[in-house]
């Protein structure tokens, strides 16, 4: 046992990590270690869940080659030149059992294993396809305090936190991967407050950071004093190491107050989201930038703004790809944007190609009327060019497409569908005029025109949104009560809807189901997205 000290320092290592890459993860903590033990004089470092594998690595977990991956990086992780412990999450692998486990390293030796005992099976969560359920409560003396460790899940249930506290535990450090969705900061620390007031005990919640596929990790690391206070709070989307001390006073361990970062606001929250995880996708995949049409649309508009954002001017080519239907409007906004934000555009004008394939389909579409059939013609060869563009550069197609007509199948498969990532994807189109707006009151990046105009296709002269769907105002709250609340007709109806236009949009949401498997991955921001955690039957009998 350490002698104890007057105060215990810790860090929080809010870090950015790459799942599968067990090396440079390894190095990243080392890293962080050896600086928050020298330069920060730090007692212990805490890191988040899964550390060393990044989270979620899903099937990897059963690769044999992944296995002796992470035996290496532990190898690495005990010869850490630091003189302070640090509190990792790995893969424990034993025998034919895998758990979820965070190791207190010190002086080259595990002192201490915590396996986690509460695995989460909903949402985005599938941790009981892959992990064992620890049963033992984890309290380690350290240089005089006694810490219950527990993993993410573990403080959501009132279990875990009571059993440690049995065992002696003094206050809790809990590691996390906890993916951002809208609220969620709210809901965290409304959950940590719960168990802080039933124990009495102070928590320290690390968090990850950075974008994994389709979720984003914010940050948002904080400590809560014995009263249930935020005490600390590290920036979220900022990577580092974040202190905070703790003293006894009069036999009890309590936080040292210190900065508190500002909660941000619904729109802010989710725009950072956005420009975080295209950061993490694209640098992550190694594309050198992206391309994107733009159309002089809302939707490409706030598209291209956060591309800006997330990788910078010069990793960013608008096209825009005009057809007979296209507006002047259209033209000049699309310009002006680029211009404004100084990326890469051109012009390239699809007229010639539809009627290329027009004429060649002639014979096939003879004695029909036109219909989206030629609608559809124009996004297919929209994202032909685009295609050829990212095949000829290297740089990934973004999608620009949003929730609400992801949902309705207002969309052309193998059109305006294509692309490597949809940034946007879980962004209903109210609150796509909701980020415009916010992104706007930092910088004007968007025409005002942009926002304000009716939204179209502009697939057929005249065309409006309003054409096909019901209006955004009454669409949305009807998708989110479907989607989001898994609410029935009746149910719906019952908050003030007409029961003509619910049936037609669950109709169309369950119809285009076949086209949301082929979509490609984008930013998670609500409480359900399409995708890890919508898992509706493409064929299916059901109607209501």
């Known amino acids: 046992m350490n002698a104890p000290h007057k105060r215990l320092r810790l860090a929080l290592g809010q870090l950015n990590l790459l799942v599968g890459d067990i090396a440079g993860n390894a190095r990243k903590i080392v890293a962080a270690a050896e600086r928050a033990c020298g330069d920060l004089d730090t007692d212990l470092l805490v890191l988040p869940e899964l550390t060393l594998s990044g989270y979620p690595p899903e099937d990897l977990l059963f690769h044999r080659g992944f296995r002796v991956a992470i035996d290496k990086g532990m190898e690495t992780l005990r010869g850490a030149r630091a003189s302070c412990g640090f509190l990792v999450g790995f893969p424990e692998y034993a025998g034919s059992q895998i758990f979820n486990s965070a190791a207190l390293i010190e002086g080259g030796e595990i002192r201490a294993t915590h396996r ?61 991967a906890s993916p951002f969705e809208l609220h969620k900061q709210r809901n965290r620390e409304d959950i940590v407050r719960r168990c802080v007031r039933d124990l009495g005990l102070p928590v320290v919640y690390v968090n ?42 009069d036999g009890v361990v309590r936080p040292v107050p210190s900065t508190v970062a500002p909660e941000l606001g619904d729109a802010e929250s989710v725009y950072r989201t956005l ?71 051109s012009v390239l004008p699809i007229g010639d190609m539809m009627k290329a394939a027009e004429h060649t389909l002639r014979e096939e579409f003879a004695g029909r009327e036109p219909d989206t ?21 290297g740089k990934m197609l973004l999608t620009t497409g949003n929730k609400s007509e992801m949902a309705v199948g207002y969309a052309t498969l193998y059109g305006d569908m294509a692309g490597g990532f949809a940034p946007i994807k879980d962004c209903s189109k109210l609150l796509v005029y909701r980020l415009a707006e916010y992104r706007n009151s930092v910088a004007p990046v968007i025409p005002e025109r942009v926002i304000t105009r009716p939204p179209s296709a502009e697939l057929r002269p005249d065309q409006k949104d309003s054409d096909s769907l019901p209006p955004y105002e009454i669409l949305d709250p009807i998708l989110e009560a479907f989607i989001e609340d898994d609410l029935s007709v009746d149910e719906i109806c019952a908050r003030g809807f007409e029961r003509a236009t619910v049936v037609r949009v669950l109709d169309l949401v369950k119809r285009n189901e076949y086209k949301r498997r082929q979509a490609p991955p984008g930013v998670r921001v609500s409480r359900r997205a399409f995708g890890r955690d919508w898992r509706y039957p493409i064929t299916s009998g059901y109607r209501r």
């Open 116 to 176: 986690k005992s509460c695995l989460p099976n909903y949402k985005v969560f599938d941790e009981k396809r892959y992990f064992q359920t620890g049963s033992q409560p984890t309290v380690v003396d350290y240089r005089g305090y006694r810490i219950g460790i527990l993993v993410c899940e573990d403080i959501w249930e009132p279990e875990p936190a009571q059993l440690a506290k049995s065992a002696g535990a003094e206050m809790f450090v809990v590691l996390n």
């Open 208 to 249: 990850m950071l950075g974008g994994q596929d389709e979720l984003v990790f914010d940050g948002n690391s904080f400590v809560m004093d014995g009263t249930g206070k935020v005490v600390m709070r590290a920036p979220p989307f900022e990577e580092g190491l974040y202190e905070v001390e703790f003293e006894r006073v």
């Open 275 to 345: 420009v975080l995880g295209v950061r993490d996708y694209v640098g992550k995949h190694g594309f050198p930038g992206v391309v994107l049409g733009l159309s002089g649309g809302i939707d490409s508009a706030l598209t291209l703004a956060i591309a800006v954002d997330a990788l910078g001017k010069d990793k960013v080519h608008a096209v825009m790809m005009p057809s007979p239907y296209t507006s002047q409007m259209s033209l000049d906004d699309a310009k002006g944007q680029a211009n404004l934000l100084g990326v890469k555009y």
């Open 373 to 393: 059939a030629e609608e559809n013609i124009q996004s297919r060869c929209r994202m032909v060019l685009l295609m050829g563009i990212s095949n000829k550069t």
